[in-house]
């Protein structure tokens, strides 16, 4: 079993950043790909970033240019920076990784969420 625990979301002015982290915790895991969705209030949960093991990315078309994940693998964490936040990023935020047991099948786990408000 592969749990997930994210830090770094809360309250900030538009225009400002912050970082979301995702550390990855588990026994005898591989990990492939980590990213983010997010689900703001009465919306439907979409991607924002990932990025595949081999350092691959993709970004929602909302975030490019202001969004960039990275990964740190000896760690198991993911981060996404969020600079020139706009009040429209407002949302609950999800970590997720795709990840396996030794000879398992892959699986996608979701992290607990952790809330990003943007006030204007």
């Known amino acids: 079993q592969v749990q997930l625990v994210e830090s770094g979301g809360g309250l900030v002015q538009a225009g400002g950043s912050l970082r979301l982290s995702c550390v990855a915790s588990?026994?005898?895991?591989?990990?492939?790909?980590m990213g983010w969705y997010r689900q703001g209030s009465g919306k439907q949960r979409e991607l924002v970033a990932l990025i595949a093991s081999g350092e691959t990315t993709n970004y929602a078309d909302s975030v490019k240019g202001r969004f960039t994940i990275s990964r740190d693998n000896v760690k198991n964490t993911v981060y996404l920076q969020m600079n020139a936040l706009k009040p429209e990023d407002t949302a609950v935020y999800y970590c997720?990784?795709?990840?396996?047991?030794?000879?398992?099948?892959?699986?996608?786990?979701w992290g607990q969420g952790t809330q990003v408000t943007v006030s204007s």
């Open positions: 997720y990784v795709t990840a396996r047991a030794p000879r398992a099948p892959w699986k996608l786990y």
């Open positions: 588990g026994s005898g895991f591989s990990v492939e790909t």
